[in-house]
């Protein structure tokens, strides 16, 4: 029989998206090292169903009924919380920082298995990920990029978060996995174009060097911005990264 533990995701910082993609590796590190699959209590629990270490995924406020002492008809060995420490003094990201909590080995990329195809994506498609609920990190001219984007590059197809929205969040792995990129600040999306199994050229958009260090990628692209982007040198880099490496 199969033994099992119970993790919650209690701690992911804004309760995320990309946050919780992120906790995929130590979740998949920790029933690796310790032949267990996990019972796991989330925010995104139809994320995490199709992940062959997950026995069962409940949504994060069925964990109150276990308070008051119902058992959800599941048996386990141990409890434990998936925190983040949130320390920003070391060179860590966060994947590494979700595997330094469950004491697993430490890898540097979200790791994720995509089981669905129900996703129809257009060729060369680019995803811009420009915005977020954070205006500090927010690219202010997003209109501008996007138009000066799909004016001097033709030959991709351009979309944006808004176009989005009405996709379940359990298919957005598999979306962004039949993209050939994206341009992003650190929003859900960059993560999930960062996954190991399905690792996408991308340019990564940062205010600040916290950004990069905290939740970038080895080999991404970084390109530090001040509120908006200078068109000119932004087309340049666009240039740089996806026509001489892509087409």
Same mark, same amino acid.
């Given at each position: 029989?199969?033994? #099992?533990?119970? +993790?919650?995701?209690?701690?992911?910082?804004?309760?995320?998206?990309?946050?919780?993609?992120?906790?995929?590796?130590?979740?998949? %590190?920790?029933?690796?090292?310790? %032949?267990?699959?996990?019972? #796991?209590?989330?925010?995104?629990?139809?994320?995490?169903?199709?992940?062959?270490?997950?026995?069962?995924?409940?949504?994060?406020? !069925?964990?109150?009924?276990? !308070?008051?002492?119902?058992? #959800?008809? +599941?048996?386990?060995? $141990?409890? /434990?919380?998936?925190?983040?420490?949130?320390?920003?003094?070391?060179?860590?990201?966060?994947?590494?920082?979700?595997?330094?909590?469950?004491?697993?080995?430490?890898?540097?990329?979200?790791?994720?298995? @995509?089981?669905?195809?129900?996703?129809?994506?257009?060729?060369?498609? @680019?995803? *811009?990920?420009?915005?977020?609920?954070?205006?500090?990190?927010?690219?202010?001219?997003?209109?501008?990029? $996007?138009?000066?984007?799909?004016?001097?590059?033709?030959?991709?197809?351009? =979309?944006?978060?808004?176009?989005? /929205?009405? &996709?379940?969040?359990?298919?957005?792995?598999? *979306?962004?996995?039949?993209?050939?990129?994206?341009?992003?600040?650190?929003?859900?999306?960059?993560? &999930?174009?960062?996954? &190991?199994?399905? /690792?996408?050229?991308? @340019?990564?958009?940062?205010?600040?060097?916290?950004?990069? @260090?905290?939740?970038?990628?080895?080999?991404?692209?970084?390109?530090?911005?001040?509120?908006?982007?200078?068109?000119?040198?932004? &087309?340049?880099?666009?240039? $740089?990264?996806? =026509?001489?490496?892509? #087409?």
């Amino acid at each position: 029989m199969v033994k #099992l533990d119970v +993790i919650a995701l209690t701690d992911m910082m804004e309760q995320g998206l990309g946050d919780h993609f992120c906790a995929t590796t130590a979740l998949r %590190n920790y029933a690796s090292e310790n %032949n267990k699959k996990i019972i #796991l209590f989330s925010a995104y629990p139809k994320l995490f169903i199709t992940q062959p270490y997950i026995e069962k995924s409940f949504a994060l406020e !069925d964990l109150s009924k276990m !308070d008051f002492g119902e058992s #959800l008809g +599941i048996k386990y060995d $141990k409890f /434990k919380y998936l925190l983040s420490n949130k320390d920003f003094r070391d060179n860590t990201n966060v994947v590494e920082q979700y595997c330094d909590s469950l004491n697993t080995k430490r890898n540097h990329f979200p790791y994720y298995e @995509i089981t669905t195809n129900e996703c129809d994506v257009a060729k060369n498609t @680019i995803l *811009l990920s420009l915005q977020a609920g954070q205006k500090k990190k927010s690219v202010l001219n997003p209109n501008e990029v $996007k138009d000066a984007l799909r004016k001097n590059f033709p030959q991709f197809t351009f =979309i944006t978060c808004d176009q989005l /929205k009405h &996709l379940p969040y359990e298919l957005l792995p598999e *979306l962004c996995s039949k993209c050939v990129g994206h341009i992003s600040i650190n929003t859900g999306y960059f993560h &999930l174009f960062n996954n &190991l199994l399905a /690792k996408k050229r991308g @340019i990564h958009l940062y205010p600040a060097d916290v950004y990069k @260090i905290k939740f970038g990628y080895k080999g991404c692209f970084n390109y530090k911005f001040n509120k908006v982007i200078y068109i000119k040198s932004f &087309l340049q880099t666009f240039d $740089k990264v996806f =026509i001489e490496k892509v #087409l």
